[in-house]
């Protein structure tokens, strides 16, 4: 139990049976996670102690996370790095009918809640415990308009009251933990939902004086601006891969419902750009230009009839030394463990090639460190 008691110790349930309840469990199913709740307890008894502790007014998630949230802090700075993940994922309830926390996912009859968590990772893929486990239930889907006009009508609805304001959210979060572990750098990633202006606007206005990094895959190929403020001839992807490749790399793709495992070798692109934020942006709420880093990491040589693996990443922070464009792609990478998390939370803790055993494989990409070209920039 030393384990359960050093990450809960201090968590406060309002009654001292309580707090010594949500130990216990914790570490009976830390030591049988593979197991059931009834067969983690091992009694009757102690499953009925269990499920009553569920069920208890007086124990909440925000209560429960705020002592492993602790724990999580103090791991935090004692890393040089530490990369804050966020990534959706829908929790699908249809078949309980009687829950009124729940809304249409994809469709009226998939009904369920949808989580935004954000994990800490280092850059070794070490999991060092989720940050915030953000939920909500939609209360209807949107109507099936055409793409103009649902577009019109979405910029109509304030930013803070849209789902996407969770990215926003996620980075929130970040910049918190960056204030608290001041020596540690950390950095939000995300995929490419999470490739918004709000957020970059949200960085760049930051008067923190310890303030945290994002990187971002992108989700379009961007207008770009040169330095007077006039757009440039080519947009985003082109002009940086009209540069020459700072390197290569090397990794393992995973077979997958499509294709076999296969070695993927990659050549990496970075280049400095100007984003230059939407125009409604920039004239309803003074958004600022954006100096960013692109890093392009594009497959050379595909199978035939494949297309190229190729991630498109924005980020802003600085190159040096320590940090080239190989990192960051290593740091992107290190974004799977969020997946990871996720099928562990729906299918346990061993399906579909996920374990929480040390030792086996991931089902997403791994670098081969000894299989890296990096030019010396």
Known sequence: MDWAMREMGTVELGEQRLNHRVIALLDRLGASAQASIPVACGSWAETKAAYRLFVNAKVNAEKVLSPHRQAILERIKQEKTVLIVQDTTPLNFSGQLNRTDIGPLTGDKHRGILLHPTVAVTPKRVCLGVIDNYHWSREALRGSENSKEKNRENHKIPFKVKESYRWVMGYQKAQEIARLAETTRIVTVADREGDLSDLYHEAYTSTQSTSAYWLIRAIRNRRLLDAKGNFQRLKMI???????????????LPASTHSGRRQVQQAIYAAQVRLNPPDRKRKKTSHEIVEAYVVIATELNPPTNQAPIE???LTHVDFNDQVTPYVIVQWYLCRWQIEVYFRILKSGCQTGG????????????????????????
């Open 238 to 252: 082109e002009m940086v891969k009209n540069t020459q490749p700072v390197g290569t790399i090397e990794l393992e």
């Open 311 to 313: 991630w498109v990443l």
């Open 354 to 377: 996920v374990s929480c055993v040390a030792g086996h494989r991931s089902p997403y990409p791994l670098l081969s460190a000894d299989k890296c070209a990096m030019a010396q920039r």
